[in-house]
Structure formats: structure tokens, C-alpha cells
């Protein structure tokens, strides 16, 4: 099996959430005379956010860095964002910029060659305030692209934009339904918004069950997900949607600060 075989039966196993069968592979693809840059990416967005490996953001840097060796644009994007937010890394602004710098340029090259995940970077970029290549007309155009490739990334982001109102008119019809799409396609954090909607009525009648299922659903696909906790804590705080329990309500709180 060649290196692209390797990472393209990775992408099918991390489609499916199965997260320690698509890191296998996506190992054995960078032991190749010749790595693919997109799987030590892969390898790093894993070590970022625990999937099939331990979180650790240091482990992650490295990994980005070593995509960024071989002129990976997603490798570019992410080595901007550690760098930004300090994730595995010291704050550099500079070292920030740089790397969004060459992220975007790669970006605006390959973007329309039709990789979902690479116009979702491509929109985010577009969104950077006080940037020389902000432009809400073609962030929302790539979000969109994006999105009818079905990556749920680009739809969740699509669904704050309207439920905020930023640079788009509010909308809390698209809001939900961007919501909806989203969750169905394993998104967390859309779930965690599902579960807002079903709790304050927005959109649906309130259905307290329903939110604590969203959220249930939303830690167990990603178990760091503070939000998710919190809102758990808040359901077995005062009984939403599920028997009232001091304990439960203080465990997650407790797991939330951790």
C-alpha cells in the first residue's frame, strides 16, 4: 500500500470516529522514504485534540513543524495558530504572522482544487481582522464550498456566523439548521449548540431531554470538551432533563476545571 493508500484509509477510519485505527495509519505513512506532509499534519491535529492519542500540544507543535518542512500548507496554518495562542509553544506574534503569511499564500493556490479542508482554513483566513486579505464576501463564498463537500468544520462556522450576526445578517433559522448538519456529521461543539437551542427554545420547543442527549453525545465523540461539561453540570444541577444529582453536577464541574 503506497503512503497516499495509507492516509487515505486513515481519512476513512477518522471519517468513521474511529480515531486509534486512523492515527495507525497515518504512523505508518510518515515511515516512508518519502512522508506525506498531510499525514504528520494529521498525526499533529490528533495529539491537538486527543483523538487516538493523548492530548498534548507540544507533541502536536512538533508534529506541525515537521509538515511545515515540507511546505504543507495546513502545516503553515496550524504552526500560525500555535504560535498565536501559545499552543505548545511560546507566543510569538511574529512567528505568528509569518506562518499565516505562507499559509495564505499555498491557501489561495490549492483552495479551489477542491480540498474541504483546505478552504476551510482559506475562509478562517479571510476572517482575520486588521489582515491585508480580509474579505467577508469570499470567506462566507469558501465556508460555503466547503461546506457542500460536507466537512462540518466549515457548516459549524457557518451556523455562528449567523447565530452572532457577524458580517451577516442573524438568522437563528440557519443558525439551527446549520447546527443540525453539523451534529449529524459528528460535530461536538454543534452538538453543544444543538443542545442550547433544545434548552432555551430556540428555533424548537424546549425539550430539556433532548439538550442533555446532545450534550451526552457531544463529550463522548470529544471527552475534552468544556462546554459540553459545563452544560452537563448545569442539567444534573438543577434536574434538566435528567434525575437531579449534587454529586454528577460537581463532578463535571470539577472536570471542566481541570
Known amino acids: 500500500m503506497s503512503s497516499k493508500e495509507l492516509v487515505a484509509r486513515g481519512d476513512q477510519h477518522y471519517k468513521k470516529k474511529e480515531y486509534k485505527e486512523a492515527v495507525y ?11 506525506i506532509p498531510d499525514a504528520l499534519y494529521k498525526i499533529g491535529v490528533c495529539h491537538m485534540q486527543g483523538r ?23 502545516s503553515y496554518y496550524a504552526l500560525s495558530v500555535c504560535y498565536i495562542r501559545g499552543c505548545g509553544v511560546k507566543r510569538d506574534t511574529k512567528k505568528s504572522i509569518y506562518y499565516y503569511k505562507k499559509a495564505f499564500e499555498l491557501h489561495k493556490k490549492i483552495a479551489d482544487k477542491g480540498d474541504a479542508e483546505t478552504m476551510y482554513q482559506l475562509a478562517n483566513m479571510y476572517l482575520v481582522p486588521n489582515k491585508d486579505n480580509f474579505n467577508v464576501e469570499k470567506a462566507i463564498y469558501y465556508y460555503k464550498k466547503s461546506a457542500d463537500k460536507g466537512y462540518d468544520e466549515s457548516i459549524y462556522s457557518l451556523g455562528i456566523l449567523y447565530f452572532m450576526g457577524h458580517f451577516v445578517s442573524a438568522d437563528l433559522k440557519k443558525y439551527f439548521d446549520y447546527m443540525k448538519k453539523a451534529s449529524d456529521l459528528g460535530n461536538a461543539n454543534a452538538m453543544v449548540e444543538l443542545a442550547r437551542c433544545y434548552g432555551k427554545g430556540v428555533c424548537v420547543k424546549i425539550d430539556h ?8 453525545k457531544a ?10 461539561m459545563r452544560g452537563l453540570s448545569v ?15 460537581n463532578y463535571y464541574l470539577r472536570k471542566m476545571r481541570d
Open 209 to 216: 431531554k433532548k439538550a442533555f442527549y446532545y450534550l451526552q
Open 235 to 249: 442539567c444534573y444541577k438543577y434536574g434538566y432533563g435528567v434525575t437531579r444529582d449534587h454529586k454528577k453536577a
Open 25 to 35: 495509519y497515518y504512523i505508518v505513512a510518515t515511515r516512508s522514504n518519502k512522508p
Open 52 to 74: 487516538g492519542l493523548e492530548k498534548n500540544y507540544e507533541k502536536a507543535f512538533e508534529y506541525f513543524k515537521k509538515g511545515a518542512d515540507y511546505s504543507n500548507a495546513k
Open 219 to 228: 463529550l463522548s465523540i470529544d471527552r475534552y470538551n468544556k462546554n459540553a
